[in-house]
Nanobody, 116 residues
């Protein structure tokens, strides 16, 4: 069964860091195009970061460029989103997606709150 389970969210102070994890089952993340998206309260789902199926290319929304980093771990079949220099505007529920389309299969999400 294809499944994605996100973890690693929580409360962080502005300027702090969090690392989100997305454990996949039923398929191999290192040969699949994967992405992270987020949904802030009262707003729609927006993509944050993407990685190609071969892992060679990554893409970021302008607002997170230089602060976030997406990667995959073949051995753990897990996708990560390293988030540094967090801002209050990063507060949202973060989802891991199997693919780049926002309608792709996703997990239940993990909440990230950035506040002092």
């Amino acid at each position: 069964q294809v499944q994605l389970v996100e973890s690693g969210g929580g409360l962080a102070q502005p300027g702090g860091s969090l690392r989100l994890s997305c454990a996949a089952s039923g398929f191999t993340v290192s040969t699949t195009a994967m992405s992270w998206a987020r949904q802030a309260p009262g707003k729609g789902l927006e993509w944050v970061s993407r990685i190609t199926s071969n892992g060679l290319y990554t893409y970021y929304q302008d607002s997170v460029k230089g602060r976030f980093s997406i990667s995959t771990d073949r051995a753990k079949n897990t996708v990560y989103l390293q988030m540094d220099s967090l801002k209050p505007d990063d507060t949202a529920r973060y989802y891991c997606l199997k693919g780049w389309d926002l309608s792709s299969l996703r997990g239940q999400g993990t909440q990230v709150t950035v506040s002092s």
